[in-house]
């Protein structure tokens, strides 16, 4: 069954599921699987070391598909901040329709956005926050629920409350992000007034995603306990996979007398982590992963999952429906 929701049409795309950007593992192999089953792929622009690497990224993931893909921008704090206006300036010039954005103070990244006629899709975990980014003139919000994995927000609203809050409240539409597994999640998704989903942990689990088979089977392997809260200290609640590190990192953020982010940051070294999907040990790093590891089971093709997803979807949304039963007029 064909869906026909604001985010099928305005990105063009047949299934409204969304390849959330991730660290070291939006790349091309993924991002043109995603949009080649019919969803929408997204590369994470900082993953690439320089701009010009992201254009060769974004050349590449165009003779992988020929349908839609976007771009990732996330803004974090950091001692050295990337050049965010070269990597947007990048992604204008290679006439890319559709960029996620994420992170603190978007503004000027969406402006060169929005003035380059751009879609933009901002991640927000609080309503406070979404309408900041509605000012800002984003054009759908992906609404991160604190089931979702790495940066979760200080509030700790998990996607029941904040969909339905969505809903009531916000003037632009929105997909949901945080816990999302299959066709199920999507029609309540639906449900709730979203107009699509965003995946990420999910899709880490394929057999396109580029880490270790070793990752996968560990997620396979995972209940939905299986995760940690680390960084509340520094207001910076990043949702890991929990591992030898990421207690070692919550000892000393409950323990230490100094507070001071060094005493942990070399256990939180991106770099670090990045062995764990190269080498296959999960335990050599902190790696992000949500609370929906619960409820992977499988390491699917990308067109396989999604597949199986808009099945899902409609025989959910079909069978509920049955359930409304017209009141006899006698």
Avoid at 58 to 65: H, N
Avoid at 119 to 146: E, M, P, W, Y
Avoid at 157 to 165: G, M, V, Y
């Amino acid at each position: 069954m064909p869906f026909d929701t604001e985010l099928t049409r305005r990105l063009g795309i047949k299934i409204p599921v969304v390849q959330g950007g991730m660290h070291h593992i939006g790349y091309a192999e993924l991002a043109a699987a995603v949009s080649n089953a019919g969803g929408l792929g997204i590369l994470t622009a900082l993953t690439q070391p320089t701009p010009e690497d992201l254009r060769n990224e974004i050349r590449r993931c165009r003779k992988m598909t020929k349908y839609p893909f976007g771009v990732n921008i996330t803004l974090l704090p950091a001692l050295v901040p990337p050049s965010y206006g070269e990597y947007t300036q990048v992604v204008i010039d290679e006439g890319i329709k559709i960029v996620e954005t994420a992170g603190n103070s978007p503004g000027p990244v969406i402006s060169m956005l929005k003035k380059a006629g751009i879609i933009v899709i901002h991640k927000c975990t609080t309503i406070r926050h979404a309408q900041s980014a509605i000012n800002l003139g984003v054009d759908f919000l992906s609404i991160d629920g604190f089931e979702c994995a790495g940066h979760v927000g200080e509030s700790d609203i998990t996607n029941f409350i904040l969909l339905s809050k969505a809903r009531q409240t916000l003037k632009v539409p929105f997909i949901a992000s945080g816990g999302f597994a299959d066709g199920q999640g999507l029609a309540a998704a639906l449900c709730l007034g979203a107009e699509g989903i965003n995946m990420g942990t999910r899709f880490m689990c394929t057999v396109e995603a580029p880490i270790h088979q070793k990752i996968k089977e560990e997620i396979v392997k995972a209940e939905e306990t299986d995760t940690a809260l680390v960084m509340r200290r520094w207001t910076n609640t990043t949702r890991l996979y929990r591992n030898k590190v990421t207690d070692e990192v919550i000892k000393i953020e409950k323990e230490s007398e100094t507070g001071e982010f060094a005493e942990i940051a070399p256990l939180v070294s991106g770099k670090r982590g990045l062995q764990v999907f190269l080498k296959g040990d999960p335990e050599a790093g902190i790696w992000t992963a949500g609370q929906v590891i619960g409820l992977i089971h499988d390491i699917p093709t990308c067109d396989e999952l999604m597949t199986r997803i808009e099945r899902e979807a409609e025989q959910t949304l079909t069978s509920k429906l049955a359930l409304a039963k017209p009141q006899s007029k006698l």
